[in-house]
């Protein structure tokens, strides 16, 4: 995993804790696992399914109660990502606020991220070492 000793990869709001467990809760489930994968105008996307073990390649991050298992090919990308949960009068789900994403389209669901350039100007002292 792309990492900082002492630092989560990913952060969860109360409110995506809440989500999270309450739904772990319900359906017996070990947790949820995000990924990415090709899609969607800008690129990528965001995958997310509950399931019921934990893949030995995943990196795993539990907060108060709610466990998040990061599926191997999405962990460079999703590294200081903080995940939130938001409920409106037309919409609730999950989203992602992730530093490591330059643009996304005009719904939201697709995003592409930063290019080595950019990102080696936000890491100086190079890019996080695997842990």
């Given at each position: 995993m792309?990492?900082?000793?002492?630092?989560?990869?990913v952060?969860?709001?109360p409110a995506?804790i809440r989500?999270?467990?309450r739904l772990?809760?319900?359906?017996?489930r070990a947790g949820?696992r995000i990924?990415v994968?090709?899609g969607?105008?800008a690129?990528?996307?965001?995958?997310?399914?509950?399931?019921?073990e934990?893949d030995?390649h995943?990196e795993?991050?539990?907060q108060?109660g709610?466990?998040?298992m990061i599926a191997?090919?999405?962990?460079?990308?999703?590294f200081?990502?903080?995940i939130?949960?938001?409920?409106s009068?037309?919409?609730?789900?999950?989203k992602?606020?992730?530093?490591?994403?330059?643009?996304s389209?005009g719904c939201?669901?697709?995003?592409?991220?930063k290019?080595?350039?950019?990102l080696s100007e936000?890491f100086?002292?190079?890019v996080?070492?695997?842990?």
């Amino acid at each position: 995993m792309f990492g900082i000793p002492g630092k989560q990869a990913v952060s969860m709001t109360p409110a995506a804790i809440r989500q999270i467990t309450r739904l772990m809760e319900k359906d017996g489930r070990a947790g949820l696992r995000i990924g990415v994968k090709k899609g969607g105008c800008a690129g990528m996307e965001y995958t997310m399914d509950y399931v019921d073990e934990v893949d030995t390649h995943d990196e795993v991050v539990e907060q108060d109660g709610a466990r998040v298992m990061i599926a191997p090919m999405a962990q460079m990308f999703l590294f200081g990502t903080e995940i939130d949960y938001e409920v409106s009068l037309l919409e609730s789900g999950f989203k992602f606020r992730n530093p490591n994403v330059a643009d996304s389209c005009g719904c939201g669901e697709s995003i592409k991220f930063k290019d080595v350039e950019e990102l080696s100007e936000e890491f100086p002292e190079g890019v996080p070492k695997l842990s």
